[in-house]
């Protein structure tokens, strides 16, 4: 399928290489992949567009800014 494809490439090992990339994820639930990010807003938009927008692979994103960590293990 087309998801073994994708979590058994190179890419997530590429994601994990990005600048200001700290972990990825395989979750359960509706989601393929989860990518935690230390980037400031203003340059969350290039991340997007020119890092994982290059791989051609991931069709879509969806982005969550965390306002505030309590206990996180940074």
């Not at 989860?34 to 879509?60: A, D, M």
Request: proline share 4%; hydrophobic share 40%; charged share 15%.
């Amino acid at each position: 399928s087309y998801l073994t494809q994708f979590l058994n490439c190179s890419n997530i090992v590429s994601i994990a290489g990005l600048p200001n990339v700290k972990s990825v994820s395989m979750p359960t639930g509706r989601f393929d992949i989860l990518v935690e990010v230390f980037i400031e807003p203003h340059h969350l938009i290039t991340f997007l567009t020119e890092q994982l927008g290059n791989i051609e692979e991931i069709s879509s994103t969806e982005s969550l800014v965390t306002i505030k960590n309590i206990n996180k293990w940074v």
